[in-house]
């Protein structure tokens, strides 16, 4: 059975930072792309970044580009998301989902139960 | 950027077809997903490549999508379908989706 785990999220002040993790297991993690995709209360969905499983294709949502950084550790079946510079509009629920392209641009057939992460203004 | 959008809402009477609507410059040449998300709940996704069903979908489920716009039907239409919808796909190594149609089964 496919699982995907988020944590790491919590209370943070602007400007400060965070690393959510989101742990695999149930499928070989390093065949897929994963990604982050993340929903502010009361809001619709909003893509953030994907990886490839071999790291060859990294995406980021213009939203967060610059300030935030996608890794994935194969070995322990571990996808992160760096995030600085947090702003009172970062604050949502992160997803992590898995996507079966090899290009990180396809869908995503499993999503995690979320971590949420907010950001006082 | 490139923009999805959706209907805010869709009624529908139970047993009746609901259809949910997507629109997107040349939506019809990039792979169309659709999403169900209820409340308190992750999503789930329904539709991908256009009009392909993961396994334990539902058959009442199905996509098409053409020019502008793709379509995710609901044939026979149960109450535990109520939810929120989103399409997504991508253009210029973007993702996007559409800011979601609240489905209310009456």
């Known amino acids: 059975e496919v699982q995907l785990v988020e944590s790491g999220g919590g209370l943070v002040k602007p400007g400060g930072s965070l690393r959510l993790s989101c742990a695999a297991s149930?499928?070989?993690?390093?065949?897929?792309?994963m990604a982050w995709v993340r929903q502010a209360p009361g809001k619709g969905l909003e893509w953030v970044s994907s990886i490839s499983g071999s790291r060859s294709f990294i995406y980021f949502a213009d939203s967060v580009k610059g300030r935030f950084t996608i890794s994935r550790d194969n070995a322990k079946n571990s996808l992160y998301l760096d995030m600085n510079n947090l702003r009172p509009d970062d604050t949502a629920v992160y997803f992590c989902?898995?996507?079966?392209?090899?290009?990180?641009?396809?869908?995503?057939?499993?999503w995690g139960l979320g971590t949420l992460v907010t950001v006082p203004s | 950027s490139y923009e999805l959008t959706q209907p805010p809402s869709v009624s529908v009477s139970p047993g009746q077809t609901a259809n949910i609507t997507c629109s997107g410059d040349?939506?019809?040449?990039?792979?169309g997903c659709w999403y169900q998300q209820k409340p308190g709940q992750s999503p789930v996704l329904l539709i991908y490549q256009h009009n392909r069903r993961p396994s334990g979908i539902p058959e009442r489920f199905s996509g098409s999508n053409s020019g502008n716009t793709a379509t995710l039907t609901i044939s026979g239409t149960q109450a535990l379908d109520e939810a929120d919808y989103y399409c997504?796909?991508?253009?210029?190594?973007?993702?996007?989706f559409g800011g979601g149609t609240k489905l209310t089964v009456l």
């Open positions: 149930g499928f070989t993690f390093s065949f897929y792309s």
């Open positions: 997504h796909a991508w253009d210029s190594s973007r993702g996007v």
């Open positions: 989902a898995r996507d079966p392209s090899s290009t990180a641009m396809g869908h995503f057939d499993s």
């Open positions: 040349e939506l019809g040449t990039k792979y």
